[in-house]
Structures are given as structure tokens and as C-alpha cells.
């Protein structure tokens, strides 16, 4: 087998193991059609990079897709705050008095609180693999989550409070 | 609620099985990526994100740091309103930021024609990605520069900020190591002599874990001492030590932190950095070869931090080495954040020290208006991020009104990285965001935020009225001082559109 060919194989197999991955990690961030985009765009810097690709290349694959991402918002000039679009995602799909809550703390936390939690939640990474993707150290990460959860349990409590006074003066 | 994180993570919207691999769309992108040349190794380049350094210092811990050793955080927006008449160098731009830049030959002794040309160089390679930026050569010593539609002094300080990168010999200039900052400030400053010429400081950010100590001489001045003593930011300790030593952070802060204490001249000073690249997660120097030593020594630092050069290729005229992230040695803003550091180096190293001796708006820039009232603290908070990013302006109230049956206000302050608003809205909730301006690809109509509920964006002067289409709904926005607010309500936001007192269609954005 040439050279090209095997360079053909490997990607797309790493095609196969990983790009609905990293569609579902964009998509869970922009709109569908962006998301195509920033996922081909990821895979076209794995392409030029292949001798690069480490051995377990889904985080790194997320890194390159957040990078992407990052540009696209950039270059387009039109953002939705990821906490707003998290929060909008949540409100469409809760059904009980607390998923509405977390949908309005989520709200409340700032970007980089969001994308670490759903580093956690939503993609299921370790901490180990998020730093990955967020190109800090494990220890880092650790401490970025734990401060996190934090945040969003204080405005889940922030959230209960101003229910219920709203409730008191209805 | 007892395990949020449960349920965010039961609430997943876009469940990975639920995708394809290979549909229509995949396969037509999979079969155009591998379509592409493979590129040959050496000749592999990173592409660069966006605006590039404009701000590109902005987001690095230490930029409190950067902000004191330049006095940035004294910086004022220019907003003087001077109109000029076209062709100033707007690059048919409305308006646009000028800025008269001095330039002084840094210690290796360069003459000011060198240093000016050097400089002239550098402002062009970091302002590549600003469309229509200009740089004309004045007098020895003096660039003009022009970046249409600039606005703010911040445009102007993202080209001028210091990247002083520089390389030492790390088993020959290590003079003392220390665990704790406390223990490397005790060596530094025993070695101090009150009064000598030349002051120097170092500073503690964050908590007291990061280090940055001596080796740069503030600016003189008038006020102690022939010196100029700039309010540091909080968190930051300012105290004379000894000029020939400096200290850095050399482990993970939060992991393993460790600190240097060096010693003697840079080996390579930042004049001898010809450009620089970042790929991955590491920054590839180019220097100049003759000031090439012994590389398996080296370690290069920057701001605030130190990291590891590991050689890579050379040639007669320039050597490359790589700073790499290796973990317990490159902890600080430097080597983690190649694509921050790389647009200020593209153009290679300055060795000299850029003023911003003047700032003015060319042309005819919309005017900043508002209600010049005390926002409530919990706003003001989100509109002052503190000392990385401080406010260089007060705050306005740029939009009060009703929409969708419910009061809607946007707060806007400028700040040394650019513009910060905040929307608030019913239920008490605060959405803030970051450099949202008009410019050369969003001249009219811009949006800056699209929630489920609301649409906010920018407005040129003359727009009075700006139409939203969701789904099947066309809303009206409410217009106010250059700000719109729309409701998103019915569906997919699509066309915004922006007409004039005429009812003139002036611009429009697709959704």
C-alpha cells in the first residue's frame, strides 16, 4: 500500500472513531449549519497534521474543534453568549421547578465556568481530557470545575431566592 | 437540587449517537479535506485567529502586570471627535483612530534610525490582520499609524504592548531557587540598594503565586525620585530590588509552583528575535544566528514566566528554536499561549520601547451617547472586570426600553481591551459581552447578542429603525444611541434590517 493511500486510511478512520464528536461537541455550541463548518475545520488541521494526531485523539480533536470555533465566532461578529444558548437548550427541554432553576444559573455563570462544566457533563471527559482540550494542565482544570460547581450552586440558591420572592409578591 | 451536574448532563441536547458519520454533507466535506495537498513538514504554518494582537495581550493573567510596566491602565479613550477630512489613510473608512508613536532605542545600543526602521517592521507584521492599517516613518523616532476605523486608545496599545522575550543560559545565569515567592522577594530585595539609579520592581498577581521581579526600568519622571510610581493593580506589590537580578515563576501555580532567580544579561535580547510561529502548543522562534549559544541550555522568558527551548533546525542566517510547555517548568502566560505571544513576535523582537505620544479620531466617528447615570453595583461590577481588563471611561446607560412588554437596559463602559456592555433584563438577569464596534465588515448593523429571548447589537448614526425577522415575525427594535434591541421570539432569527429617516434600507445582516 503507497504512502498516500495508508495517509487515506488513517484519516478516515479517524473520521470514523471521532467526527460525530466533535459535530455533537460544535453542535452542542452553535447552530448546526456553523457546526458542520467548525467540525470540517477541525478535521482539515487533523488532515495537515496527521503525523501529529496523539494517541488518543478525541480531546485533541475537541481542542482543535474549540479553537475553530473560537475563529468562527471571531470572524462572523455575531455571538451568542454560550451561557444563554446553554440556558435556552435547558429552559426548551425542563420539566421540573429545579431544571428550570439550573437553567437560569447557567445563565448567570460566566463562559469559561459553562464550558467547563459541560466539558464534564455534556462531552464526558475526564479531567485529564478537558485540560486537553482546554490547553491546561490537569490540576488547573480540577480547580477551574471545583470553582464552577460552586458558582452554580450559589446561583441556583440566588435563582431559589428571587422565585420565591417573586412568589411572595404575586 | 442535589447533583446539578446530573441533570445538566441528563439534559445533553445533542446526544453523540444521535449524528452521523458519514450523510451527505460528511462525505462531501470528508472527500474535500482530503483533497488538499499534504503539506511537507518544515513548511507547515499555523494560521492566525482573528483580530490578532489588537488583543492580544489582553487575556494573559499577567496583563495587570503589562499594564503597569507601560502605565496602560492610565490610558484614556480617544474620543476628542476632531474630524479630518478623507485621505488621512482611512482606507475609505468613516472614521478611524490616528496614533503618533515614539520609539527609543532599547539597551543593546541601537541607533534610532535602526530602531525606528525595526519598529516600523514590527507595528506592520502585528497589525497584518487590522484591514487598511497604515505605518509612515515621520522623523527618526517617530511612526505614524493609522487603523481605520479604530476608535479606542485600547486599538492603539494592543500594537504598542511589550513582548519582551528574551533567552538566557538557565545553568549558567541561576543564581538562587526558591519554593515560595515570599523566599525569592527576601533574596531580591537583601540585595537592594535604596536610591541607586535606575528604579526597578516586581510585583505578586493573583493570590500571590505568579512572580514577576526586576529587570525593567520604569518610566522617568517628575514625580519620586526622578521616577514614575504607577498605582499598581490590586494584587500587585511594587518595591525597589536590585536591577541585575531577576526572578520568574517556573512551576504550575496551582500545582507545583517553583521560582528563579536569575542572574547577567539576557543572552539573547528581543532584537534578536527575527519572527516568530506558533503551532500547537508551542512558539518557534527564528533568531538571528550569531547570537546563538550553547541551545540545550537555554530557557527563554517573558513576562512573567519561563519555559524550556528545545532546538530545532538552523541555517547559516537564522536559528529556530521551539518553546515548548513542558510541565513543571512552563507555567506563566508565555510558552501556554503561543497564539497570544506570536502575533507580537511576527514581526521579531523590539529591542527599543514604543510610546503612544498621541492618539486622535480621523474622520467622523459616532458619537458616544447615553445617560450619564450611577448604574447599580451589580452592573457596574460586570462593566469593570478589575485589573486585567480596567475601565478607561464611565458608564453609560445606552438603552432603556420596552420590548416584548418587558424593560430591557443596556449599560456600555469602554475598558482598556475595548468596549464592555451589559443587558439587563427581566427577572433581574445580566448578560455581559465584550467588544462589540462597528467596523469595516459591519459598517451599519451589527449584532452583538442573541439570546431566545433577545436580539442586541450596534446601529450606525444614521439608522432609526431596525426590523428583526424570527421565524415568520417581523419585530420592531427599539433604537437608542447607536444600540438596538429586538425580541427573537417566533423562531430562527434571520434578516436584521437597518433603514434611515427616510425609511432607506442602509444595511442589512443575515441571521
Known amino acids: 500500500m503507497n504512502p498516500h493511500t495508508q495517509r487515506r486510511d488513517r484519516f478516515e478512520a479517524l473520521w470514523d472513531a471521532h467526527y460525530r464528536a466533535v459535530l455533537a461537541y460544535a453542535m452542542r455550541r452553535t447552530d448546526p449549519e456553523d457546526a458542520r463548518d467548525v467540525a470540517a475545520e477541525a478535521f482539515t488541521t487533523a488532515w495537515r497534521r496527521l503525523d501529529d494526531v496523539p494517541a488518543d485523539p478525541r480531546p485533541w480533536l475537541l481542542g482543535l474543534a474549540r479553537g475553530a470555533l473560537a475563529n468562527s465566532r471571531r470572524s462572523s461578529r455575531r455571538r451568542i453568549a454560550l451561557a444563554e444558548r446553554v440556558a435556552g437548550s435547558l429552559r426548551t427541554t425542563a420539566e421540573t421547578p429545579e431544571e428550570h432553576g439550573l437553567a437560569e444559573a447557567m445563565a448567570r455563570l460566566p463562559e469559561r465556568d459553562v464550558e467547563a462544566l459541560l466539558l464534564v457533563a455534556w462531552e464526558g471527559l475526564s479531567h485529564a481530557d478537558a485540560a486537553r482540550v482546554t490547553g491546561c494542565t490537569t490540576g488547573t482544570f480540577a480547580v477551574r470545575v471545583h470553582r464552577a460547581r460552586r458558582r452554580l450552586e450559589r446561583e441556583l440558591s440566588n435563582v431559589a431566592s428571587l422565585v420565591t420572592t417573586i412568589e411572595e409578591r404575586a | 437540587m442535589t447533583d446539578p451536574l446530573g441533570t445538566l448532563s441528563r439534559r445533553n441536547p445533542v446526544p453523540e449517537e444521535t449524528l452521523p458519520s458519514r450523510d451527505a454533507r460528511a462525505v462531501e466535506d470528508l472527500r474535500r479535506i482530503m483533497d488538499e495537498p499534504v503539506p511537507h513538514a518544515r513548511n507547515r504554518r499555523t494560521r492566525l485567529a482573528g483580530r490578532g494582537p489588537r488583543f492580544a495581550m489582553g487575556a494573559v493573567g499577567i496583563a495587570g502586570i503589562a499594564a503597569l510596566m507601560g502605565g496602560l491602565f492610565l490610558f484614556q479613550p480617544a474620543q476628542d471627535g476632531t474630524t479630518t477630512p478623507p485621505g488621512t489613510g482611512l482606507a475609505g473608512a468613516r472614521w478611524g483612530l490616528e496614533a503618533v508613536i515614539g520609539v527609543q532605542p532599547g539597551p543593546d545600543g541601537s541607533a534610532l534610525d535602526a530602531s525606528t526602521a525595526t519598529a516600523d517592521r514590527v507595528l506592520r507584521a502585528r497589525g497584518r490582520d487590522i484591514p487598511g492599517l497604515s505605518v509612515t516613518p515621520v522623523a527618526p523616532g517617530t511612526l505614524r499609524v493609522v487603523i481605520p476605523w479604530g476608535l479606542m486608545r485600547a486599538e492603539v496599545d494592543g500594537l504598542t504592548a511589550p513582548a519582551e522575550v528574551s533567552i538566557v543560559r538557565l545553568s549558567r545565569e541561576r543564581v538562587a531557587d526558591a519554593r515560595r515567592p515570599a523566599e525569592a522577594i527576601r533574596w531580591l530585595t537583601g540585595r537592594a540598594r535604596p536610591g541607586a539609579p535606575g528604579q526597578y520592581w516586581y510585583g505578586l498577581v493573583r493570590g500571590g503565586t505568579r512572580l514577576y521581579a526586576g529587570g525593567r526600568t520604569l518610566t522617568p519622571d517628575r514625580t519620586v525620585g526622578g521616577v514614575r510610581w504607577v498605582r499598581p493593580p490590586r494584587g500587585v506589590r511594587v518595591v525597589q530590588v536590585e536591577p541585575a537580578f531577576l526572578g520568574l515563576s517556573t ?223 417581523v419585530h420592531q427594535a427599539v433604537v437608542r444611541n447607536g444600540w438596538f434591541v429586538a425580541p427573537a421570539s417566533g423562531g430562527r432569527v434571520g434578516r436584521i434590517v437597518a433603514t434611515d429617516a427616510d425609511g432607506r434600507t442602509v444595511g442589512s445582516e443575515e441571521g
Open chain 2, 251 to 473: 512551576g504550575p501555580e496551582d500545582i507545583a509552583p517553583a521560582y528563579v532567580v536569575l542572574s547577567g544579561p539576557a543572552t539573547v535580547r528581543p532584537g534578536g528575535i527575527r519572527g516568530a510561529t506558533a503551532r500547537g502548543g508551542a512558539l518557534r522562534l527564528r533568531l538571528v544566528a550569531d547570537v546563538v549559544p550553547d541551545a540545550t541550555t537555554l530557557a527563554v522568558y517573558g513576562d512573567a514566566a519561563i519555559g524550556r527551548v528545545t532546538p530545532v533546525a538552523g541555517t547559516r542566517r537564522s536559528v529556530e528554536v521551539t518553546v515548548a510547555s513542558a510541565a513543571g517548568v512552563a507555567p506563566g502566560p508565555l510558552p501556554p499561549a503561543p497564539g497570544r505571544l506570536q502575533p507580537l513576535l511576527a514581526g521579531g523582537g523590539l529591542d527599543a520601547r514604543l510610546t503612544i505620544d498621541a492618539v486622535r479620531v480621523l474622520g467622523d466617528p459616532p458619537p458616544r451617547t447615553g445617560d450619564r447615570v450611577e448604574p447599580p453595583a451589580a452592573v457596574l461590577s460586570l462593566l469593570d472586570p478589575g485589573p486585567e481588563n480596567p475601565a478607561t471611561d464611565f458608564a453609560l446607560r445606552v438603552l432603556t426600553g420596552t420590548v416584548d412588554g418587558a424593560r430591557v437596559a443596556i449599560w456600555e463602559r469602554s475598558t482598556a481591551r475595548g468596549n464592555r456592555f451589559v443587558v439587563v433584563w427581566p427577572g433581574d438577569l445580566r448578560q455581559p459581552g465584550d467588544d462589540c464596534m462597528l467596523g469595516p465588515r459591519n459598517p451599519v448593523v451589527l449584532t452583538c447578542l442573541l439570546s431566545d429571548r433577545w436580539v442586541v447589537g450596534r446601529a450606525a448614526p444614521s439608522v432609526t429603525r431596525v426590523e428583526v425577522t424570527a421565524g415568520r415575525t
